[in-house]
């Protein structure tokens, strides 16, 4: 990709975006503009990966082809109204801030702009990332792919329909956080039965990282992987009839109807 890519913002999640896109070649360097209020974080990222850097987001929105607005969502509404008149004709803009719609960012650009929402998740950190592209009403298929595989690139990315952002929100947005707790209680367990704190994170977290690349790479029901473990009579199903006795699935539902309700609460 030859576009200069632009990202208002220079948080974690611009730092991930920026280090999976330059691992995956997908831009380089010198097409990369940054800009944030604090010369601390852009110092930084410019040192690690080479890229310009600005303090005056209306000079990254008109150098850049695609502009991508990583702050904090109650800061969309000022970003926009600094960068509106200064964006590029054509720019593909993206936002990744929770809870702005794209109605009500379009709305603020009072004129037709190639915009797309996404939501990615914490893991795009290390590159195992799951985002969901929901474009706006002016994008083409063509760019909305091309924001695709900007997100592809912190690990998997699908472009959805902005009605589901509540569903997305539960099941890979929020849902890390689950997972941290189940890893943090499977530890707990295996301290328990005698194992040191450290080397029981560490079999938990491979044990739930191994399991979830089989459920991707094999294309196998999760269920059907479940019952390959367990042998007749064997030790895992003891575990599976007491996790099902605690109510594990049920649980697991009720959390994320929580979430989903909690998300659509939020909405702007």
Same mark, same amino acid.
């Not at 082809?65 to 600094?82: F, G, N, R, S, Y």
């Not at 109605?103 to 037709?112: D, Y």
């Not at 690349?213 to 196998?220: A, F, H, I």
């Given at each position: 990709?030859?576009?200069?890519? %632009?990202?208002?913002?220079?948080g974690?999640?611009?730092?991930?975006?920026?280090?999976?896109?330059?691992?995956?070649?997908?831009?380089? =360097?010198?097409?990369i503009? $940054?800009?944030?209020?604090?010369?601390?974080?852009?110092?930084?990222? @410019? +040192?690690?990966?080479?890229?310009?850097?600005? @303090?005056?987001?209306?000079?990254?929105?008109?150098?850049?082809?695609?502009?991508?607005?990583?702050?904090?969502?109650?800061?969309?509404?000022?970003?926009?109204e @600094?960068?509106?008149? @200064?964006?590029?004709?054509?720019a593909i803009? #993206?936002?990744? *801030?929770? %809870? #702005?719609?794209?109605? *009500?960012?379009?709305?603020?650009?009072?004129?037709?702009?190639?915009?797309?929402?996404?939501?990615?998740?914490? =893991?795009?950190? #290390?590159?195992?990332?799951?985002?969901? /592209?929901?474009?706006?009403?002016?994008?083409?298929?063509?760019?909305?792919?091309?924001?695709?595989?900007?997100?592809?690139?912190? %690990? +998997?990315?699908? /472009?959805?329909?902005?009605?589901?952002?509540?569903?997305?929100? *539960?099941?890979? %947005?929020?849902?890390?956080?689950?997972?941290?707790?189940?890893?943090?209680?499977m &530890?707990? &367990?295996?301290?328990?039965?005698?194992?040191?704190?450290?080397?029981?994170?560490?079999?938990?977290?491979?044990?739930?990282?191994?399991?979830?690349?089989?459920?991707?790479?094999?294309?196998?029901?999760?269920?059907?992987?479940?019952?390959?473990?367990?042998?007749?009579?064997?030790?895992?199903?003891?575990?599976?009839?007491?996790?099902?006795?605690?109510?594990?699935?049920?649980? $697991?539902?009720?959390?994320?109807?929580?979430?989903?309700?909690?998300? &659509?609460?939020? +909405?702007?």
């Amino acid at each position: 990709m030859n576009k200069n890519v %632009g990202f208002i913002g220079a948080g974690n999640m611009a730092g991930a975006m920026i280090s999976g896109g330059l691992r995956s070649k997908i831009f380089f =360097p010198e097409h990369i503009w $940054v800009s944030a209020p604090s010369m601390t974080h852009l110092s930084s990222l @410019q +040192r690690e990966y080479g890229v310009h850097i600005t @303090q005056d987001n209306r000079e990254a929105a008109s150098r850049c082809d695609i502009l991508i607005l990583a702050v904090k969502p109650h800061l969309i509404a000022t970003v926009i109204e @600094q960068i509106k008149d @200064q964006i590029k004709a054509g720019a593909i803009v #993206v936002s990744v *801030a929770a %809870g #702005v719609t794209l109605a *009500a960012m379009e709305e603020r650009f009072s004129g037709t702009v190639h915009l797309a929402r996404v939501m990615p998740n914490t =893991p795009c950190m #290390v590159g195992e990332g799951m985002s969901a /592209v929901f474009p706006g009403r002016w994008i083409t298929p063509e760019e909305t792919e091309e924001v695709r595989e900007i997100f592809a690139a912190l %690990g +998997r990315a699908e /472009v959805l329909d902005e009605r589901l952002i509540d569903a997305v929100g *539960a099941v890979s %947005g929020s849902s890390p956080a689950y997972v941290f707790l189940f890893i943090e209680a499977m &530890a707990d &367990a295996a301290v328990k039965g005698g194992m040191p704190r450290a080397l029981a994170y560490r079999f938990g977290a491979q044990a739930v990282l191994g399991a979830a690349k089989m459920v991707l790479e094999t294309g196998m029901h999760p269920g059907a992987l479940k019952d390959m473990v367990c042998s007749p009579g064997g030790t895992t199903i003891e575990a599976i009839e007491s996790l099902e006795k605690e109510g594990l699935r049920g649980a $697991v539902l009720t959390a994320m109807e929580a979430c989903m309700k909690k998300s &659509a609460a939020m +909405r702007e």
